[in-house]
């Protein structure tokens, strides 16, 4: 797509460059240093406190971790969870696309289209090849597809992608409930093993640990770790799907050959203030 701003006559020398058709991922710093940063400030707390090996406890450990993932495994599949591992690297890798950028290359493969006919455009599709969606939309047009069964078939593919995101998301939030539920019983374990053997006070304590430590590790792993990053998918969908939503109007819009400038106001109209884009003008 790069290369679609120096193919345009003349007058629209002035217009907006096309960049490339997808960035290269990037390590999202605000996760990782969120996640990093809250467990350092803990840990930081506990070495203060003058006895971090106090806050290891292997049973405690296995309530809480293997007890979430038994549990959530109840509600999904194993398959389910290991494929959606895939999806939750997003969340610290990722390629964030531009939403003004992605308009502006629809338009611009819609000028190209109106000056050229449609089939020029598989002049493009090799370069296309690095955004899949991208290209399939394009594709569906050199083959002649009509502009409303290009619709079709792109909004079925969105909501397809929806729907995996949400599923992953829901593992997450899912685990975020149960991991405090498993330091709860974690607790009561330890509290039925303290309580019944009062008579051995060497007993006491590691029953104590077992409590208290099932119900820190249960908040941490649901409120650090499980939520934030349920959280962080549902946004990284929401900036997906509004840029497939670009891709697959501008896409049926050159299908129905319509003006450009029509689309660009239709794109306007699904973008936020700051990113709505100017081509033409």
């Given amino acids: 797509m790069a290369d679609l701003a120096s193919q345009r006559p003349a007058a629209a020398a002035a217009r907006p460059p096309i960049a490339a ?51 959530t495994a109840i509600s999904y599949s194993f398959g389910e969870m290991l494929r959606s591992a895939g999806i939750v690297m997003r969340a610290l890798v990722y390629q964030r696309e531009d939403p003004s950028q992605t308009a502006l290359n629809m338009i611009a493969l819609a000028d190209r289209a109106r000056q050229r006919g449609s089939l020029d455009l598989q002049n493009v599709l090799e370069q296309l090849r690095g955004d899949r969606f991208l290209y399939k ?106 840029v497939k939503q670009l891709v697959s109007l501008g896409a049926a819009s050159i299908g129905r050959q319509e003006n450009p400038r029509r689309l660009e106001t239709l794109l306007n109209t699904i973008l936020a203030p700051e990113h709505r884009v100017r081509y033409f003008d």
Avoid: C, W
């Avoid at 350092?40 to 809480?64: H, S």
């Fill in 21 to 71: 058709v997808r960035p290269a991922a990037r390590l999202d710093f605000a996760t990782l240093g969120g996640v990093v940063g809250a467990f350092a400030l803990i840990g930081a707390a506990i070495l203060l406190g003058g006895r971090p090996g106090a806050f290891v406890d292997v049973p405690a450990v296995l309530i809480v971790l293997g007890g979430t993932a038994m549990v």
């Fill in 137 to 242: 939309a394009v594709q569906l047009i050199v083959d002649g597809t009509p502009g409303e069964e290009i619709e079709r078939i792109l909004h079925r593919e969105v909501e397809s992608t929806q729907q995996r995101h949400q599923r992953s998301a829901g593992i997450l939030r899912r685990a975020g409930e149960v991991a405090p539920a498993m330091g709860l019983i974690g607790t009561l374990v330890g509290l039925v093993q303290m309580l019944g053997n009062l008579q051995d006070p060497s007993a006491i304590g590691p029953a104590m640990a077992v409590a208290l430590l099932t119900t820190f590790y249960g908040a941490i792993l649901a409120n650090m770790v499980f939520l934030p990053l349920a959280n962080k998918l549902d946004r990284n969908s929401g900036l997906e799907t509004q």
